[in-house]
């Protein structure tokens, strides 16, 4: 079975308003959609906003044992397009380049970032049929479980502790929200209903030396113009939510910020499956993982893990089927709260997949990964040929070394890495190697 992947990262069915998406979120657009080329196969085709750099997917394809030459990776053709969104999707010269791949010989499944109903309306027009995208996705189902909304919802169903908040349709609701939830920590964070991450996020506080964690966007809170700025960064009206409903909760300072991967098959193959565990490292936005989570009791990890596979239960009850990313704080006095899900791939998806391939599937019982995605760099061939010139480059012989994971050096001028290291120390110890040598490494030539 061939496979077609549409790279759909940020779509209009993913956040509230993509016509309200700043330079941030889709910048870092390309970057999500190239992490997808490692769940490449042979013969398997993807439909990606900009192109990739040849070498990276070729270095891509030796590791993960595809060959680059029997892959189609399909762009739009216009360097200005970040998203593919359905206006991208059904141009007739993309249409019509996909007719003509899914006529070749072999049969052909698609599949999505998200498996929303855009890549079921994609489906349809490439002849693929009724049923390529399953019912309850081509519903919305997927699109459903990305709403931090209907996730409180669901949370509050299975009695899984989420921090005290509300979600809010109108100015009314955000101003009693506003004055109730202050009073705990003194700062609420406020998020767009439907976006990823942390964009939407808007950190609100009384305290300005309350530390940032989670967002990019801060607003001070200490009287009526502060409130009017906050209403105002929402949009909501008196009576509606013209730029979608928002989601208020107070924010607790000092948490660390867990990510767990989720499998959630058809009910004969099994209960939900914990694939991954991972501590996001917020700078002060997500900007990659420490896979597995490091030093957490065990009490603490067994609670997440149980909840988890509670609310990918909950989501598999009502029709889900797929990996499911769940998003967790941890308090430095052992206290947890859930905050989302997401139906969808995950910013760890690759990493435990390539991690699994290159170590074997219990490969966290014996190595660690760290990931960031802003390694400066002029070029993929460039960064590619310093690891290797200074024997940085991932051995599979030790088991150790970098892989460059996302190529973003078209609009960012920046690579994402992962490092692999039998032990934490081991991983820090390779990963300030790895960015001391960068700025050479990023001008093609190393000293």
């Excluded at 767009?192 to 530390?211: E, F, Q, S, T, W």
């Excluded at 009576?239 to 009910?267: F, I, M, W």
């Excluded at 939900?272 to 996001?280: A, C, H, Q």
Aim: proline share 6%.
């Amino acid at each position: 079975m061939r496979r077609l992947w549409v790279a759909n990262c940020n779509s209009e069915y993913m956040v509230d308003r993509l016509d309200l998406l700043d330079s941030r979120e889709l910048e870092v657009t390309p970057v999500v959609a190239a992490r997808m080329v490692w769940l490449l196969r042979d013969g398997d085709a993807m439909v990606m906003a900009q192109p990739l750099d040849p070498a990276f997917v070729a270095r891509v394809g030796a590791l993960m044992g595809f060959d680059a030459q029997k892959i189609d990776l399909i762009t739009p053709g216009d360097a200005g397009v970040q998203v593919l969104d359905q206006e991208v999707l059904h141009r007739p010269a993309l249409v019509g380049r996909l007719k003509e791949l899914v006529a070749e010989p072999g049969e052909w499944e698609i599949r999505g970032y998200l498996s929303d109903r855009g890549v079921d309306a994609l489906a349809r027009a490439l002849g693929l049929g009724q049923g390529a995208v399953s019912g309850f996705d081509a519903a919305g189902g997927a699109e459903l479980f990305n709403s931090k909304a209907v996730f409180r919802a669901l949370a509050a169903a299975l009695g899984v502790p989420v921090p005290d908040g509300a979600v809010c349709s109108t100015r009314g609701d955000l101003g009693r929200a506003l004055e109730r939830l202050t009073t705990s920590t003194g700062a609420v964070i406020v998020k767009a209903d439907r976006c990823g991450g942390g964009a939407g996020n808007l950190l609100c506080r009384v305290d300005p030396g309350i530390p940032m964690s989670g967002t990019l966007a801060v607003q001070p809170l200490t009287g009526a113009q502060d409130r009017a700025a906050i209403l105002a960064h929402t949009g909501l009206a008196a009576t509606h939510a013209p730029q979608g409903q928002v989601v208020v909760e107070v924010y607790h300072p000092g948490c660390r910020s867990v990510c767990l991967e989720v499998d959630c098959p058809d009910p004969g193959d099994g209960p939900p499956r914990l694939l991954s565990f991972g501590e996001m490292l917020m700078e002060p936005a997500i900007n990659g993982f420490v896979m597995p989570a490091q030093d957490l009791p065990a009490g603490v990890r067994q609670e997440v893990s149980d909840q988890a596979l509670r609310l990918a239960a909950g989501m598999r009850d009502f029709g889900y089927r797929g990996l499911v990313n769940i998003d967790a704080i941890v308090s430095p006095h052992s206290q947890v709260w859930f905050n989302e899900v997401n139906a969808r791939l995950g910013g760890g998806t690759h990493l435990h997949h390539l991690a699994a391939h290159l170590l074997g599937p219990d490969w966290d019982h014996h190595h660690v990964l760290i990931s960031r995605d802003d390694l400066p760099a002029a070029g993929i061939p460039q960064l590619l040929s310093a690891l290797d010139d200074h024997h940085l480059a991932f051995d599979p012989a030790t088991g150790t070394g970098v892989v460059i994971t996302g190529d973003d050096t078209l609009n960012r001028g920046t690579a994402e890495y992962a490092v692999l290291a039998p032990d934490l120390q081991a991983a820090r110890h390779l990963e300030t190697r790895l960015r001391s040598l960068t700025p050479a490494a990023a001008a093609g030539s190393m000293p």
